[in-house]
């Protein structure tokens, strides 16, 4: 089978343990040829899984899904080397992804596949199908915080929907990258060799494949301002692009909430992943007779946890400073630390910081911090909540705790953000069925779901004429100028009085 590493000029660079900064392994820094040759190589076997046809791709993809299920321990291991986090949440990490490649497998027919669509009274003789075909070539370039869940919601879906993969990781963790299609190589027949392909390197080799020649689309997951860049090169062949770019995400605790189920929830939403999670809670607004004693809650359910236990080291070590300068703007701002300080910073680990009462203009409200650090305001009732949630300027997830499900759904319908969850945080990531995304800084377009595998499908209109007396044929000069308007003016009534 074709490697699915293309040659490189001879340049590498070296992925670090953020624990200890041990070398982990080294890999090549691919520049543009080779990106060029993954994404040619890719669309020849791209031909190839389309000819295969919905079973084919639904045969290969089960199976690769059932060698990572069998390699859990193996890719584990190495997402636990690269990003630090415990070897417990990168098995949690697998198995979300392998929920996401099996519905994706076993549904891509059913969202996809060609379907009669209504023709209306005014085309009633034709007949009209709706397809989707796959776009091409998809290039995924992914983070380092889940480096196998979140670019599998791209590669996943896209190979479902029958397009081949270029896939740029994170320079934090391009040996989970490499895994990843050496895993699909080795469980997929040899015909698909080349199909998903990995790209390794820096900023530089990400833009060589939003620039590079023939691809088809580009699904980016990182900061808003990386975002841009990876925008900008993606317009200049107007090729469509699908970002995710991380959130601010609040959590909304009602007056009759069942604050120790809020304060779980929170806790572990803010400070699981040592908070580097896109839609992880980063602030709490709680109504203000319950505000103190969630703060309790947090505060002694947060005490309790290890760094280097329940949750690893600040993968990226410039993450650090970011936490640093959000908690120091918020407590000289006038907010105060019930849990933590400026000693919690114990590189590479944060120990878990509270803060209550911190201005809506501070960085530690208004940016992400990406640590497990969580805000926690009092407001006046969920109204102000509301509100305050909706300001930020992103908008990717939120949650509700509320005492009846019915108030804490109409709460979550007043939310601008793409994903809500009522009694929980994150609960939407579990179903993959629900698509995920946001908007404004949060980027645009979804993964997940039917409309995660839309999102890399081309949509097809088809009409085929029926063969129908009667009528008068609009689209045809030999239809007398009276029959045509007899035809318009019974269309014109028709639509005056329904």
Not at 29 to 54: N, Q
Not at 170 to 199: K, R
Not at 285 to 307: D, M, N
Request: hydrophobic share 45%; net charge positive; aromatic share 6%.
């Amino acid at each position: 089978m074709p490697s699915q590493t293309p040659a490189n000029t001879g340049k590498t660079f070296e992925s670090l343990s953020p624990v200890d900064g041990s070398v982990l392994g080294t890999h090549p820094v691919h520049g543009p040829g080779e990106v060029r040759d993954a994404v040619l190589g890719s669309r020849a076997a791209a031909r190839r899984w389309a000819f295969a046809g919905w079973d084919g791709r639904r045969a290969a993809l089960l199976a690769w899904k059932r060698s990572l299920a069998r390699r859990m321990d193996e890719v584990a291991e190495v997402v636990s080397a690269e990003t630090g986090k415990p070897v417990h949440d990168a098995r949690a990490e697998v198995l979300l992804a392998l929920v996401h490649v099996d519905w994706a497998a076993r549904n891509a027919r059913r969202v996809l596949g060609r379907r009669r669509v209504p023709s209306g009274a005014g085309a009633f003789h034709q007949r009209a199908l709706l397809a989707y075909k796959p776009v091409g070539v998809v290039g995924v370039i992914g983070p380092w915080n889940y480096p196998v869940f979140t670019p599998m919601g791209s590669i996943g879906y896209a190979l479902a929907a029958g397009n081949g993969i270029v896939f740029k990781p994170s320079e934090l963790t391009p040996g989970v990258g490499e895994l990843l299609a050496s895993s699909f190589a080795e469980a997929v027949p040899a015909e698909f060799g080349g199909l998903f392909s990995v790209v390794t390197g820096f900023g530089d080799t990400g833009a060589a494949l939003a620039e590079a020649a023939g691809i088809d689309k580009v699904a980016f997951t990182g900061s808003p301002g990386t975002a841009r860049k990876v925008a900008e090169a993606c317009a200049r062949t107007l090729t469509p692009l699908l970002a995710e770019c991380g959130g601010k995400d609040a959590v909304l605790v009602g007056a009759d909430a069942d604050l120790e189920a809020a304060a779980n929830a929170i806790v572990w939403g803010a400070m699981a992943n040592a908070g580097q999670t896109c839609a992880g809670v980063e602030r709490v607004y709680a109504v203000a007779s319950v505000h103190g004693e969630l703060v309790e809650r947090i505060v002694r359910k947060a005490r309790e946890l290890t760094p280097g236990q329940e949750y690893g080291p600040m993968t990226r070590p410039a993450q650090l400073a970011v936490v640093e300068r959000h908690m120091k703007e918020a407590l000289a701002g006038g907010a105060h630390a019930p849990l933590g300080g400026p000693e919690s910073l114990r590189a590479p680990f944060v120990h878990p910081v509270v803060l209550v009462g911190v201005a809506e203009d501070a960085a530690a409200m208004r940016e992400e911090t990406f640590g497990p650090m969580v805000a926690v305001n009092a407001v006046r009732d969920l109204d102000e909540a509301v509100e305050r949630t909706n300001a930020s300027a992103y908008s990717l997830g939120a949650s509700v705790f509320t005492g009846s499900r019915k108030e804490g759904l109409a709460v979550a319908e007043r939310l601008r953000a793409g994903a809500v969850s009522v009694g929980s945080v994150l609960g939407f990531a579990s179903v993959p069925s629900l698509p995920f995304g946001g908007a404004g800084e949060s980027g645009y377009g979804r993964v997940h779901g039917a409309e995660g595998l839309r999102a890399f499908a081309s949509a097809r209109s088809i009409t085929v004429r029926r063969r129908i007396g009667g009528g008068a044929d609009l689209t045809s000069f030999a239809t007398s100028r009276e029959a045509a308007e007899r035809v318009v003016e019974l269309g014109r009534k028709l639509h005056a009085w329904r």
